[in-house]
């Protein structure tokens, strides 16, 4: 049997409706010998389909890293009512629409979302209030009051509208909630909104149509482990000769520059650490005024499964 520690790196599944993202990553335990240790970069609702990146073994201390990517979605926006969970899954209650919004006035409404916006979560989501979750006090008919937070929303592309039915494509950052986007359209518009259908087409680089089934044979599975450095692909590269690579997983200070010679970036933000053979090394800050690079995580040893 292989050891624990030889299985490392990032998994990409296309999560199937009805199941929590848990629930996925559950599924995918059983692809690995007992011990490894599996997570998720960034939940879908039960409702939701598409990309989910789990991370294997080391992997899981780069999730951040992959939270971070911008996601695309295709959302399926039903008009002229709401949810109290903003979705379908939700308790619907349909509103009274004298007549249904025209495109011009709906173009109108998403431009206003494009952009750095505050938006409010759901009520129904994972986040803390007060100690709990949210969604937990929701279920049982307590007040749930949740501070807007910025997000940004790169792009909304009408894919078809037909009321009450409007599909979207969506870009947008870390922290967004299409739910509260489809809440906050309807209410623009005073129709209402809610989320009937939500597919993750991409997670950075990750694309839907590469993704593995949470039903797929284990030797399938495994075989499509990519790299931890995988997780990365957004940061500079560097690479380091075998002495300076040694020092810097051994916690020094080297001297180093991206590669394609360009310079590290004056701000002291985060690099991307390989050695000569491609092996990924460790994960690494610039030193603001020097040419220098300081470790903050150490995979040493590390490279691909």
């Known amino acids: 049997m292989a050891k624990t520690a030889t299985w490392q790196g990032l998994l990409v599944v296309d999560k199937p409706a009805g199941i929590t993202s848990r629930d996925a990553v559950d599924r995918a335990l059983g692809w690995f010998p007992r011990g490894v240790k599996l997570g998720h970069t960034g939940t879908l609702d039960p409702l939701a389909t598409g990309v989910l990146v789990l991370t294997v073994g080391p992997a899981t201390r780069l999730s951040e890293y992959v939270q971070r990517m911008r996601k695309t979605y295709r959302a399926a926006v039903r008009l002229g009512a ?90 947008c950052g870390k922290g967004t909630y299409i739910r509260s986007l489809a809440r906050d359209l309807g209410a623009v518009l005073g129709c209402g909104g809610y989320i009937a259908g939500l597919r993750r087409l991409r997670v950075g680089p990750f694309q839907a149509d590469d993704a593995l089934s949470p039903d797929a044979a284990p030797d399938a599975a495994r075989a499509r482990l990519l790299p931890l450095s995988a997780a990365l692909t957004e940061l500079p590269r560097v690479t380091l000769p075998a002495d300076d690579a040694l020092r810097l997983c051994r916690g020094r200070r080297v001297a180093a520059q991206t590669d394609g010679r360009q310079p590290l970036p004056a701000d002291g933000s985060e690099v991307a650490v390989f050695a000569l053979d491609g092996q990924f090394l460790a994960l690494a800050a610039g030193v603001p005024g020097s040419n220098l690079i300081r470790p903050l995580k150490v995979f040493a040893g590390a490279g691909s499964a």
């Open 82 to 171: 709401g949810s109290d969970s903003d979705d379908a899954d939700g308790v619907v209650s349909e509103w009274q629409v004298e007549q249904p919004p025209a495109r011009d006035a709906l173009e109108a409404a998403l431009a206003g979302f494009q952009g750095t916006i505050d938006q409010t979560p759901p009520a129904y989501s994972a986040l803390r209030t007060a100690g709990r979750r949210a969604f937990d006090l929701a279920r049982r008919g307590l007040a749930v009051e949740l501070a807007p937070r910025p997000v940004e929303i790169h792009t909304i592309q009408i894919l078809k509208y037909e009321y009450p039915l409007l599909e979207l494509e969506v870009e």
